[in-house]
């Protein structure tokens, strides 16, 4: 399978970084084509600009934008590994999204509504937080933050989202709740590959 592998924290030594790097290894064991877009590393512009509109109503996709979508259609799985910022998505992540996903690549608008493009594409998404998974419940933010990325925006665009893993009160987690984790996310990756991507949970 061609992974890719969609990274946002600003923070090499972060606990985000190293859910990367176990995810990463564990693919490459298996022998996995796998890239790696570390947007923060990548200097990633978020920022949709007018020039954008204009570029897309004119047929034309701006550079940065053309590699980054490249690199989707060249995946068969992709998997966004990510914090939770303000019960969402990291402004980067969010403004590659914006940009990256534009009309005529990831959906039509057309006069029966809106058809996703990127059927086929499978994805997998891996949080951390900082509230508690009985905050998250409690609340229905978790229902909400899986409604609006697995189905607000990856749906939308017609893309399985086979998988979509927590991992909650990540501050407060000792250090072998963190290797407990990190297990999991080798487990994840190996699932993924043994079941071809299909869904993990
Ligand atoms: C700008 C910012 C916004 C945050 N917003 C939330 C939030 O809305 N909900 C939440 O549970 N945690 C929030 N957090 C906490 C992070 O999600 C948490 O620290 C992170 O997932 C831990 O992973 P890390 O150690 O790799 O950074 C926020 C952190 C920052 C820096």
Redesign the pocket.
């Known amino acids: 399978m061609k992974h890719l592998i969609v990274y946002t924290?600003p923070?090499p030594g972060?606990?985000?970084h190293a859910i990367l790097m176990a995810f990463v290894n564990e693919l490459e064991q298996l022998d996995q084509e796998l890239r790696v877009r570390d947007l923060y590393a990548l200097g990633f512009d978020p920022v949709i600009k007018m020039s954008d509109y204009e570029a897309v109503a004119r047929g034309e996709v701006p550079e940065d934008i053309r590699a980054e979508q490249g690199h989707i259609l060249w995946a068969d799985l992709i998997t966004c590994i990510f914090?939770?910022?303000?019960?969402g998505l990291p402004a980067v992540l969010k403004g590659y999204i914006e940009r990256v996903y534009s009309q005529g690549f990831a959906y039509r608008i057309g006069k029966a509504g809106f058809t996703g493009l990127l059927k086929g594409k499978k994805v997998v998404i891996i949080n951390?937080?900082?509230?508690s998974l009985k905050l998250y419940e409690s609340s229905g933010m978790l229902d909400s933050i899986r409604q609006s990325v697995d189905g607000g925006i990856f749906g939308f665009c017609a893309m399985e989202v086979v998988g979509h893993k927590f991992f909650m009160n990540?501050?407060g987690a000792t250090l072998s709740q963190r290797e407990e984790m990190l297990g999991q996310v080798r487990s994840m990756a190996r699932a993924l590959c043994d079941s071809n991507g299909r869904r993990i949970e």
Do not use: L
Request: net charge neutral.
């Open positions: 924290h923070n972060s606990f985000n914090p939770i910022f303000w019960a951390t937080t900082g509230g990540v501050p």
